[in-house]
């Protein structure tokens, strides 16, 4: 399994970056933050998240990214805040390699992990929390998104 699941990521890290007409870069940048991990999933305001217990001991959430009129490389920023304690969870900046869909000028990154800073998924069960990201592409266009959710934890 550690095989295939290694050759996997090494096909994908070898791909060739998407092209897209400039025609996709006449409009502003977008983005939809959703979740999935094996397919993106549209988020919407006070839908739950499941909080998931990681193989090695911690927690994280998924999310995914949709950006529209934006370069196949970026930089994308997440903050995840417990909106019940105002605790910020987790808060990273990682590149990524955007991926292409069947929207024309659509791209996206799907089964990203935010770790949270939390002991026990049941810290925060059941609470509000804010998803903010914002990405920017290697050409300096930027977007940014954000959704309220309930978590839920991983059972």
Request: glycine share 8%; net charge negative.
């Amino acid at each position: 399994m550690t095989r295939i699941v290694a050759c996997l990521l090494i096909a994908t890290a070898c791909a060739p970056l998407p092209e897209l007409d400039d025609t996709c870069f006449e409009t502003d940048a977008s983005v939809e933050l959703g979740t999935g991990w094996q397919g993106f999933e549209a988020l919407d305001e006070t839908d739950t998240i499941d909080v998931v217990h990681g193989p090695q001991g911690g927690y994280h959430v998924y999310y995914s990214v949709r950006p529209d009129a934006m370069a196949p490389i970026a930089d994308l920023s997440i903050e995840v805040t417990d909106l019940e304690t105002n605790r910020l969870l987790t808060v990273g900046v990682d590149p990524v390699r955007l991926a292409e869909t069947e929207g024309r000028c659509t791209l996206e990154a799907v089964g990203l992990l935010a770790i949270l800073d939390i002991d026990d998924s049941a810290d925060i069960e059941g609470h509000a929390g804010l998803i903010d990201i914002e990405i920017i592409d290697e050409e300096g266009r930027f977007a940014t998104d954000s959704v309220t959710v309930v978590f839920r934890a991983d059972r």
